[in-house]
């Protein structure tokens, strides 16, 4: 079983729609991290957490929210998804600031 | 802040041959970590190697190895004897730490990605 998982895999919405893409790991990590993957500009930092009190924004966090519901688990929402939030979404958790970032699978958005 | 720079949006190599894709990157840090991080069709993000900048020996895992250059700010990637396998996505990776509400963070900053193909 991954260590890091994300549901959904892919996803397609329309345009106004509320969308929550999820993120559980096992790895005990304290870390949480939301990243974005666009063609020809790599990945972007959108949020990132420490634990259930500790929200932080990254470079690109507008039209997005998260959740730290637990210490394992951290949720990228889109209230009103548009189209240019189409895009691969990555969730990855470290367990310190030397640490390694480990990363699930990523869920592919596309909204309509 | 730092900034990741990938400027070879493709490139191709023949099976068993050598190809080296190139990074560089700014930074005013004199401590960090730089990643070369493979994406195949999957998605998934692969850790493939790391350098510690205050090590001046470049790092090496199997057929993966590193030409680090501090001065120049430079961090290419060398793939020897290419398979089929590494045929990918690859990004290079700046670590950076963040601080926040008194808790440290490490954030990688990416470059724009190479694919690689590898023919037969």
């Known amino acids: 079983d991954a260590d890091v998982t994300q549901t959904p895999r892919n996803r397609i919405t329309k345009t106004g729609k509320r969308i929550m893409l999820e993120c559980s790991q096992t790895k005990g990590h304290d870390r949480m991290y939301w990243y974005r993957q666009d063609p020809g500009l790599g990945l972007r930092l959108i949020y990132y957490?420490?634990?259930?009190?500790?929200?932080n924004k990254g470079e690109i966090s507008d039209g997005y929210s998260v959740s730290r519901q637990a210490q394992a688990k951290f949720s990228l929402s889109l209230e009103s998804a548009i189209p240019n939030q189409t895009a691969l979404y990555f969730c990855?958790?470290?367990?310190?600031?030397?640490?390694?970032?480990?990363f699930g699978n990523g869920t592919r958005l596309t909204v309509t | 802040a730092q900034t990741v720079t990938q400027s070879q949006p493709e490139m191709s190599v023949q099976e068993a041959e050598t190809v080296t894709l190139s990074c560089t990157y700014d930074t005013s840090e004199s401590d960090y970590y730089l990643f070369w991080y493979k994406q195949p069709p999957s998605r998934q993000m692969i850790l493939v190697i790391r350098q510690e900048a205050y090590k001046q020996q470049n790092a090496t895992e199997n057929r993966f190895s590193v030409n680090f250059q501090k001065a120049a700010k430079s961090f290419s990637l060398k793939i020897s004897d290419s398979q089929l396998g590494d045929a990918a996505m690859y990004f290079c990776a700046y670590r950076s730490v963040l601080s926040a509400g008194g808790t440290s963070y490490g954030k990688l900053t990416f470059g724009q990605g190479t694919i690689l193909t590898v023919h037969p």
């Open positions: 957490s420490f634990d259930v009190k500790d929200i």
């Open positions: 990855a958790t470290s367990s310190g600031r030397y640490s390694p970032l480990h």
